[in-house]
């Protein structure tokens, strides 16, 4: 793939490939329904601390947020990060760019149905997206638009060496398919409601992780090699964090209903398997680290370096959070309380955009042929949405350890009940973390507009760069 510069900037997303302004029309839907779902986001948390007087109930308004996160920023950002480096990485031109322009309109669209479909009724409750049959099947398909993009393209390539990142690419648009058609499946009527519940806990904890964490890290071990231009630390310890994300760290989504009515089973197979996540999120913040060696000082000079390597460093510490909570001794403690929201708040508010402007912010001069602004904006993403969402999971993670053993203490010591009329006593202090976690996430609200005034601030008014233009060299052009 050879590259050449030009700052003739012909349309509004660049003069570059087609690849290239699919990739941008990707970060900037991301970034529009991150901000969306961080609105809604912010909106749970005062349904949780207010009820009655929210016109919406909370389980409704979580699961409008997490399709706007999950679906709407998470697979938009990393599928636009996915075909933005996999022409560079292999050498060859994006296999069926009109077929990946149909997948992105209709995540797009899927993804606002299933927003409106939650609190007009048309939904079927289950966790975490909450949309009824006939829009999990179109989304099951388009979801796996991009494996057939991306495998095909990789079938196609001239390169014959493969970097590290394409192992995380190739895992994600495989795996997330698979994993939103074995929950579909759990859903149907014939099924039971306790599969339901495990399916949607099995498809949150996989995104996180099989998604979020494996194909956000693997494109920014691309970005901190070619930005930076230093040498990748140990594809081993690259290898560690892709096996231990892929296919044992999910497990962690069934120990919120541990000692539930699931087989026993489960509980340990939880406990030992999700411990695959703070390892994986571990060696990838390690190999990281490694990389920059003595390059540390450059991160201020690359906008989205800094941000994608805090992401990493908070993977590790929700990483160690979860699996605690995964044995049975903690599990009983925190299962069913706020402990879990601040674990989810953190991992798709905080690890997701982080990471995604590790490669959002370096790609878009290259696609745009404009300059990502370095000024506040910059910096304020950074500190509030680390300010904002470190405050949101202390607050949740406080509060439903206090619950836990309220409710433990409580039942104990017969001084109250744990159901009905009872339930509430004691529950001063948990509403006053819930009320900070609201305040924190006014915060963290404030960094997700700060994240998309970047993207659409460099799409519109940014300062014109030199871009990168692609060329195909399996075509015979040089």
């Known amino acids: 793939m050879a590259v050449s510069q030009t700052a003739d900037i012909r349309a509004l997303l660049g003069g570059g490939a087609d690849e290239d302004r699919l990739s941008a029309l ?29 016109p919406i109930p909370y389980g409704q308004i979580e699961m409008m947020a997490m399709n706007s996160l999950m679906v709407g920023f998470g697979v938009l950002t990393f599928t636009g990060g996915i075909y933005y480096v996999l022409p560079r990485l292999t050498g060859t031109r994006l296999y069926r760019v009109g077929l990946a322009r149909i997948g992105l309109l209709g995540t797009v669209g899927l993804s606002a149905l299933g927003i409106l479909s939650v609190p007009l009724g048309f939904g079927d409750g289950s966790e975490p997206l909450g949309i009824s049959w006939w829009l999990d099947i179109p989304l099951t398909i388009v979801l796996a638009i991009p494996a057939v993009v991306v495998l095909s393209t990789v079938a196609n390539r001239v390169e014959q060496r493969s970097y590290v990142t394409i192992w995380f690419i190739i895992g994600g648009v495989v795996w997330l398919p698979l994993l939103y058609a074995a929950t579909t499946l759990a859903t149907l009527p014939p099924m039971s409601a306790l599969a339901a519940e495990l399916g949607g806990l099995f498809f949150s904890a996989g995104f996180v992780t099989m998604w979020l964490l494996a194909v956000g890290s693997g494109l920014l071990y691309y970005s ?15 290898l560690v964090g892709f096996w231990s994300l892929g296919f044992a760290a999910a497990w962690w989504g069934s120990s919120q209903v541990i000692f539930g009515p699931g087989p026993d089973w489960l509980d340990g197979i939880a406990a030992a398997l999700g ?25 201020r000079d690359q906008p989205g370096m800094s941000s994608g390597i805090i992401g990493a460093y908070l993977a590790v510490v929700v990483g160690v959070l979860a699996s605690l909570a995964a044995f049975p001794s903690v599990g009983s403690v925190v299962a069913l309380t706020s402990y879990w929201e601040g674990i989810e708040y953190a991992a798709l508010l905080g690890i997701g955009p982080l990471l995604a402007a590790g490669i959002v912010f370096p790609a878009l001069p290259r696609i745009t042929g404009r300059a990502v ?21 202390l607050s949740l993670v406080t509060a439903g350890i206090y619950r836990g053993y309220a409710w433990i203490g ?45 993207v659409f601030g460099t799409v519109t008014t940014g300062e014109v760069v030199p871009q990168e233009v692609l060329l195909d060299r399996a075509a015979g052009d040089e």
């Open 373 to 393: 602004p370095t000024g506040p904006t910059l910096a304020r993403f950074n500190r509030m949405t680390v300010i904002g969402v470190g405050g949101v999971l």
């Open 275 to 299: 411990l695959a996540l703070p390892v994986g999120a571990l060696a990838n913040a390690s190999n990281y680290s490694l990389t920059l060696d003595r390059s540390w000082g450059s991160l």
């Open 26 to 54: 990707h970060f900037l839907a991301g970034a529009a329904f991150l901000v969306l779902g961080g609105v809604l986001a912010l909106f749970s948390l005062l349904s949780l601390r207010f009820p009655e007087q929210s």
């Open 410 to 454: 409580g039942s104990n010591a017969a001084a109250y009940v744990d159901t009905g009329e009872g339930w509430a006593q004691g529950g001063g202090v948990v509403d006053a973390l819930v009320l900070v976690a609201v305040l924190f996430g006014v915060i963290s609200l404030l960094g997700q507009l700060a994240y998309a005034g970047v």
């Open 224 to 238: 901190l090699v070619k930005e930076l231009d230093v040498p990748l630390a140990s594809r081993q310890l690259a």
